[in-house]
């Protein structure tokens, strides 16, 4: 129905004559004359249509915003004087001769141009209207090539496209599964898969050697910005590999999707032990485009006359750690206040500071409303340790580790961004070393999954589970987890060792875990992988706020989608077919 | 852990030192040597172990099938006489010097060697293991393969790959969903999607422009050989498009898959209206390849002092048709009664025929047992009609066109089979001008979707719906279905005609479709796409019997998965969660 793209018309064009469809993005009359906007995938091109063409102007006249229209022209020249540089196609108009409307439009529930100006549940309602603005059609070509990036790579290093299963069995990572009932088998369910984790190392079983897919995933958890109820991973497995070779194919994938979309050189991806990186940043997700750190003071504080901080430094789970920040003299009463404030969100019962308004004055040139509670050698050693300078201020933490850990941490990267201190556009890493399992109400969780391999033998984790380490690795970027994986357990025995551990009986394992206990004892290989999210993935690198707005049909935060009204009752009869029936209150 | 794949070395590796990592596919002692032939994913090497090697030796010793090692040794040349032609690496085999049992291997629960020797239930069980088989692992190579030509071919014509939900509202393709109660809604429900169908037109209303996806769809349908709970489609949709743009589009899509994949030059893609192809093969996805065509002969028959030919050539909605079997005589009495019994499978009552012996000799020279029941001129007719020879006998279909069609559309397939009739290997066309509605017991169902555009006005749907014809389009390959699409409404009025037709009332379109209606309104573009089933085409394709042969996890006939025992009983702290309860037996 038409020779171009509005939005690749250009001055080498001029002379020719074109044929366009798309919407009318707006619409002026000016001296006698209506000029439209046309838009397309590809953009914008102006349209002019005078009285001399009759017809086409008769109806030119009667179009509105959004209608949909066909139109051909003669593409030709702007004046100098009116050409406009911010637009692609600003150096030319096209000549409106024809115009056919194609489908006339309502007036818009928003206006498309004003981002932000709508709220978001209209803005989900039509969700095709707000997909109209450019800005989010740009993020959905970007995701399409990033996939098409990732897809060729992984082609081009030898794995295979499989598709897993989406109608499975309940699975193990911990999150709550969205389930369905069986018709052919009244009173049992599928679940949708948390991941392929099972599938694709039953592959490895199978002798695929090298597996990717970009597999959808489902997660009934309460929502945060950054979670929707089925997300997206780039998954993948290889078998006869170590971390070094999942590590390497992976950090070369995202170097080259960072290349080939934003030609980006990324720098070097440091390997970072999981203590390192809770001990220096409080996070095993570390910005380290923000160069505050933490710094461990128990010792320090251990004897002085004030429980806030010696019962922590006494604890053998508690932690008190400083955090400098150079230049925070300036911050006032209320920005302090503030951060006291937002510290509390992760359990911080308080925000001690002291600013270092001049280093060679001793005490009188500290000021804190805690200086009083501490020993001398104290704020020494707490000075020099820190290494503050004139004009710097010390955050505390003193609490549980993980508190301390979740609050200075969070805290590092709020002010590095407030007070200007982030270094750099794109900083990753690998996290290694992970533990095996946490520990909570003396019991083991696993840090990963049930199937990453430790990094000792069976006897050594049982003799000491809470020491062991695995062979997971996450790969971080900005603060953001882009990839988890690990080398995982190929051998039955382990696998036993490791349910022991996180107190799953023998029949339980079989019960649930039977299919793979059988299949690591028909021969697997050592194998491994990794999975990306992908949502995430796409949002840091188009620099979205939210997965909301990399996701064509998102749902909300109750997990609902406003467009479909999806869920939606369903009579009875489909209900009885499928054996269930809706719980009544008192159930 | 390997310097190469086993099935990849040649006579050029001759000299080299090489490490292998695999499975034990076979172990044989002889003449003091142990031969190993190593699988993984490319191949089969052998490698044999003297005693010179002692420690290597020894392992040998130990290692039984479907052990997992990883190995050392040099490449060398077999002895001309034992070269083995039918293996790609049979020139050579690998002198073992270093051997490694990464993990040892129960004895296998079935011989990975015979084909189809153990039971379909206990490959199941065991799919890891029935997809080591070299076969298996074919199909998915080329699943993969054929995905990325798709994918290449769509993005080179501009068509961007989106994700539409998979936890969405109740689809209208009219199969059975499956249904996932809501936590946070309780009392509500998502459906999974029979097809993206609607979530794609909104992307055209949104301007997507050119939209596909490999794409995961769901029905609750009691399962056939080639039905799965699950399967896939390659979806895509375009805007401002007419028929010959999607089919075009789509064909050179299906010719360049062919031709990449399996080096074949399709032949032309003939277009054949619905009618036509009822009419001349009793079906609307004909084999081209059998060169076997029924004939209309109502006319004939319809005074016949036969109820049986005269009650359904009276009957406006019955069918008589013939159907000539070039050198058909030589079919035994037998051989008749197969037919007849194969035919009632599709409500035939009986299978009339008539062989003609001897063309010249008249009446003497036909056999069949209805002849006494026929005027001359109807036999004269149907000779002629036919256009039999001698040699050829003449099958007989009469009852309702449903009936008839099936019957002799099926037959056709079968005898053109079994007397080695196919021509050619590849027979595609189109078939198009499909009806718009189905009529049955006064209620219209959509033959595609209710979405299709017909290819009259609304008035002339209103005034005729049983003679409207829709702008739809079904690609056909040797009688299956491989895609089919349509040009869609996307006018809101005509989709209020269209579901008026259909018996939907205007309160039920604002309650399911109400969104779709809404889109419409807002300028939505002409619009039209096509959905190919992959799992089909692969199977086509691999040249395999079922598409269990190319889904990696598949259920069976009763939608369960025999290997993680899916669907399972759920403890009902989960149940209570998404509130829904197992119904009883007498609620």
Redesign the interface.
């Known amino acids: ?2 020779s171009h793209y509005c939005g690749d018309l250009r001055a080498s064009h001029d002379g020719e004559t074109v044929e366009l ?3 009318v993005h707006r619409r002026r009359d000016h001296g006698g004359v209506i000029f439209l906007d046309l ?3 590809n953009g914008l091109v102006q349209v002019v249509f005078d009285p001399d063409t009759e017809e086409a102007f008769a109806r030119a006249d009667k179009v509105r915003s ?3 229209v ?1 139109l051909s022209g003669r593409v030709r020249m702007r004046d100098e004087a009116v050409r406009n540089a911010k637009m692609a196609t600003g150096d030319i108009e096209v000549l409106g001769k024809e115009l056919t409307i ?5 007036t ?2 928003f206006e498309l141009d004003e981002h932000g100006g709508a709220g978001e549940e209209v803005r989900l309602k ?4 707000d ?2 603005r450019p800005d989010m ?1 740009r993020n ?2 970007f ?2 090539r990033l ?2 990036v990732v ?1 060729a790579f992984l ?1 081009g290093q030898g794995f ?11 699975t193990p990572e911990g999150a ?17 898969p948390q991941s392929p984790q ?2 694709k190392q ?2 490895m ?6 597996y990717y897919q970009i597999a ?1 995933c ?1 997660r ?1 958890e309460d929502l945060r910005a950054d979670r929707q ?2 997300f ?1 991973q780039i998954d993948l497995e290889a ?4 971390e070094e070779d999942i590590m390497g194919i992976t950090e070369n994938m995202v170097r080259s999707v960072f290349k080939e979309l934003l030609d980006v050189q990324l720098p070097e991806f440091p390997r970072m032990p999981f203590s390192e990186a809770m001990r220096r940043f409080g996070s095993d997700k570390p910005d380290l485009r923000i160069p505050l750190e933490l710094v461990d003071i128990a010792d320090l504080l251990a004897n002085v006359d004030f429980k806030v901080f010696s019962g922590p430094a006494n604890d053998p789970k508690g932690r008190v750690a400083a955090m400098k920040v150079p230049g925070g003299c300036k911050l006032s009463r209320k920005d302090i206040d503030g951060y006291t404030k937002y510290v509390s969100i992760y359990g911080a019962k308080g925000l001690a500071y002291i600013k270092v308004n001049d280093l060679e004055a001793g005490a009188e040139g500290l000021q804190s409303p805690i200086l009083k509670f501490l020993t001398e050698d104290a704020i020494e050693g707490i000075l020099s340790r820190t290494g503050a300078q004139t004009g710097d201020l010390i955050f505390f933490g003193a609490d549980k580790a993980k508190i301390v850990n979740e609050a200075l941490g969070a805290l590092r990267v709020k002010v590095g961004h407030d007070m200007g201190l982030v270094e750099g556009d794109w900083a990753p890493l690998w996290v290694v070393d992970f533990p095996m399992f946490e520990e909570e109400d003396g019991q083991y969780y696993a840090l990963h999954h049930p199937f990453t391999m430790p990094s000792c033998s069976p006897e050594e984790l049982k003799s000491n589970p809470e020491g062991a380490l695995s062979r997971a690795y996450d790969m971080v970027l900005n603060g953001t987890e882009l990839g988890g994986g690990s080398i995982r357990i ?2 039955p025995a382990m696998q036993r060792t490791v349910f022991e551990a996180l107190g799953i009986s023998d029949e339980e394992a079989e019960e649930k875990f039977g ?1 793979l206990l ?9 194998h491994g992988g990794l999975a990306f999210g992908l949502d995430r993935m796409v949002m840091l690198m188009t620099g979205c706020d939210s997965i909301r707005d990399v ?3 998102p ?1 909300t935060q ?4 406003m ?8 009579d009875n009869k ?10 009544k209150e008192d ?1």
Chains 1, 2 share one sequence.
């Not at 039509?126 to 209207?129: A, L």
């Not at 295979?160 to 309940?170: C, F, N």
């Not at 109750?558 to 989608?561: L, W």
Request: glycine share 4%; hydrophobic share 40%.
């Open positions: 129905m038409r469809c798309g919407w838009r397309d995938r959004e209608y949909v066909r194609l489908n006339e439009a309502a818009p529930p039509y969700r095709y209207m997909l109209r059609l959905f070509q995701r399409s996939t098409h897809r082609e295979m496209d499989v598709e897993t299963p989406i109608l499975t069995r309940a709550r599964d969205y389930l369905v009932p069986s018709r052919t088998h009244a009173g049992s369910f599928f679940a949708l099972l599938f039953l592959l079983v199978a002798g695929f050697d090298r959808k489902f009934d109820p089925e997206t078998s006869f590999v170590e190929h051998n299919f059988d299949a690591l004892k028909y021969g697997a290989p050592p996701i064509a049909f749902k109750t997990a609902a989608c467009m479909t009204n999806a869920p939606s009752p369903v489909q209900l009885r077919e499928v054996g269930v029936q809706v719980r159930d």
